[in-house]
């Protein structure tokens, strides 16, 4: 893709003998918008304060265009962090928060007030230059916090979820706001959530993070089409597992038994036999949902409908008790496109829309998703 | 009836309270040599009290001892509750624990230990033996009051301190403390009030050459109540009433 900026090389670190993180390996390109994705305690935040020197890794080293960081103290790292919870300096104007780091580089006073002036028009704060920080709102201090980290032209923007204390809407609109700023200033983000949505919709690649172990690394659209494992499939968006057996491979084919459905699939990436178990994956909007007299699909019933807009969201119960779910865009012309409840149905989809993934031994659900990570 | 009765109850209460302060000030005005008759307003107690020249050093003396103890007391107890939040280290708790020893410890047990220290140790009771003893029983509050504040501040803003550019001085001096502020002139008031009114350890590690006001009343009102005690008192509620109104503004200017 891009020049590496910067590189974790076997980085692993441990709390009270506890591992966090266990031997990550990370190349970060210079101009990116990277994300760091997974549950709480997967070791985002924790990978995040080793990039930016709050915490030493016990081992592995951290290079940053060519220059060795490990050592180095945070005030001396050429990136700068944007905190979950802002950590404005309450005593200080917003001006006088912005101005700390250029004050800390001991730069000229009309260099400062230039460059804060001008990083404060960027985030359209100009006129809350005297207030202080408790004046105002949520949306406005957080883009004080990215307007107090940009003002010193990082190589590197750490962001440990900047969006999670604002409401559905603000998040939206700052979540387009952070793009805009990273394609005009041109610096590397690296950003932590837990929300799949924002990774999805933000970053130019993601990294799926689980306990302390790199999941999948990726575009949004490899991430969220091509799973790696059963992990990222279930944490990232919503999917339908079927379990299927292999009945024959063929060259270029497979032949797999899907709950007593016969499909012919596209060989996998990973090697396959017959008679192998395999997990076949379905987003929801890849199910399609036939009338009850239709050959194809799996008997089932709607269990529950919502309607959503632009889709309709049902849960289809199947005979052994599985739960399908899918998600349908409103067909014009067609005007009985609609379930009732308990009403039968049959559930397939397009060949070559599902994607396959070994049996795995433990497949555990993700964590539970809370604010701190 | 009820309600009758509470509300004398309530009026006896704050009768009680301050009445006997009323009375102070009041004959502090008095212009007869006794405190049992009214003989009209006048204010040659205040001169009396001015013209004893003794009275007036004690004050002075007084008055430096608690500005010294205060500050020192403050000054280190900043640094051993920053210490305390910030590092974890062997003994911490022991360090913790003893803080709380000296506060509860009876006035009386502090006061006969300082004073068996000082006379082992050789050195003279004086200004300098008092300022260690006020110190030393300042210390715990300064700790206490630094500690509440530090414990409700938020770690990631000397992280952004940090993370901006500033090394851990830097930090410690344009964050750290102006964070602390409200709680450490708290601190300082505290120990300045709790060394201007102590008795009992005065009287102990204490000497001649340098009288402190609270013995000198003390030694005063044993011979016989002069009215001079009553304006000196009433000098000293009034200090006192401003130093309260003081701490209440700054802490609530802190507060905004």
Known sequence: MLQTLLSLDNVSKAFDGKPVLAALDLDICDGEFLTLLGPSGCGKTTLLRIMAGFEQPDTGSLTLAGEDLTRLPPERRPLNTVFQNYALFPHMSVYDNVAYGLKMEKRPREEIHKRVMEVLEMVQLQNFARRKPHQLSGGQQQRVAIARAVVKRPRLLLLDEPLSALDYKLRRTMQGELKRLQRELGITFVFVTHDQEEALSMSDRVVVLRDGEIQQLGTPREVYERPANLFTARFVGETNFFPGRITSVEAARLRVDVMGLERTLQLPRFEVSEGESVNVLLRPEDIRVLGPDDPQGLPGKV???????STLDSVIELADGTQVLASEFFDEDDPAFDYNLGEPVRVSWVDGWEWLLPEESVAAAPGDVDEDG | MNRWLSRSYLTLVYLLLYVPILVLVVFSFNDARTGYEWGGLSLRWYHALFGNRAMVQAMWNSLWLALSAATVSTLIGVLTA???????????QLLNSMLFIVMMSPEIVLAISLLALFLLVGIQLGYFSLLLAHVTFCLPFVVITVMARLSGFDERLPEAARDLGASD???????????????????????FTLSLDDVVVSTFVGGPGYEILPLRIYSMV??????????????????????????QWILIRSKR
């Open chain 1, 303 to 309: 269990i529950e409908r919502n309607y959503k807009g």
């Open chain 2, 82 to 92: 920053l210490a305390l939040h910030r590092y974890r280290f062997r003994g911490k």
């Open chain 2, 169 to 191: 001085f830097t930090m410690t001096r344009t964050v750290l403390i102006p964070a602390i502020m409200p709680a450490l002139l708290a601190g300082w008031l505290l120990g």
């Open chain 2, 222 to 247: 044993r011979v016989g109540l002069k009215p001079e005690v009553n304006a000196l008192g009433t000098l000293l509620l009034v200090f006192s009433l401003f130093m309260l109104m003081l701490s």
